[in-house]
Nanobody
Framework: QVQLVESGGGLVQAGGSLRLSCAAS????????MGWFRQAPGKEREFVAR????????SYADSVKGRFTISRDNAKNTVYLLMNSLKPGDTAVYYC???????????????WGQGTQVTVSS
């Protein structure tokens, strides 16, 4: 089991940037697929981005492609989400998650963080 703690959320103006971090402990971080998901008020949680254990493979939701970048540092047991050109529609609680299978389906991710709030003002 992997314990995950997100940080880096906050309030930013539209067009601005934020970098989220997710620190992992326990389990085998370097062999875990890591994903970022988000949940806006009144909406279901949705996939944002994922990255393979080595960091060599990434995948993004169409809504964030070209604006967000997922990366990881296995030496620091940390995964990041750099968010550029933020829009009010990106406002949500962002969660990181660890899994073993290369899919974007939430049910495939076994371990979740508590989430960090990102608010983008217009």
């Amino acid at each position: 089991q992997v314990q995950l703690v997100e940080s880096g959320g906050g309030l930013v103006q539209a067009g601005g940037s934020l970098r989220l971090s997710c620190a992992a402990s326990g389990g085998t971080f370097s062999s875990s697929v890591m994903g970022w998901f988000r949940q806006a008020p009144g909406k279901e949680r949705e996939f944002v981005a994922r990255i393979t254990g080595s960091g060599g493979g990434t995948s993004y939701a169409d809504s964030v492609k070209g604006r967000f970048t997922i990366s990881r540092d296995n030496a620091k047991n940390t995964v990041y989400l750099l968010m550029n050109s933020l829009k009010p529609g990106d406002t949500a609680v962002y969660y990181c998650a660890a899994g073993r299978i290369w899919v974007a389906t939430m049910s495939a991710y076994n371990d979740w963080g508590q989430g960090t709030q990102v608010t983008v003002s217009s």
